[in-house]
């Protein structure tokens, strides 16, 4: 999987998860102390989520930070 592949995969299920939760994305960007516009460039995988930022996010999500990568192949 290349890195775009890889940040877009990340960024849908960060989405999937903050939905199936009822968080808005505003909600979540108060939550983690960023902007809107970071958690959309997350989100649709323009920006890449570094490790402290998606050890936060899983924990706001109820979530491992490997619930990001499932079903993806790691090579």
Not at 14 to 39: E, F, N, P, T, W
Request: hydrophobic share 45%; no cysteine.
């Amino acid at each position: 999987m290349d890195l775009d592949s890889a940040n877009l995969r990340v960024g849908a299920q960060l989405r999937a998860r903050r939905m199936a939760l009822g968080i808005s994305d505003d909600k979540l960007a108060y939550r983690l102390g960023v902007s809107l516009q970071q958690v959309l460039a997350w989100e649709l995988g323009v920006t890449r989520i570094g490790p402290s930022w998606l050890a936060k996010i899983s924990e706001i999500l109820d979530v491992s930070p490997e619930y990001f990568f499932m079903g993806t192949d790691p090579s």
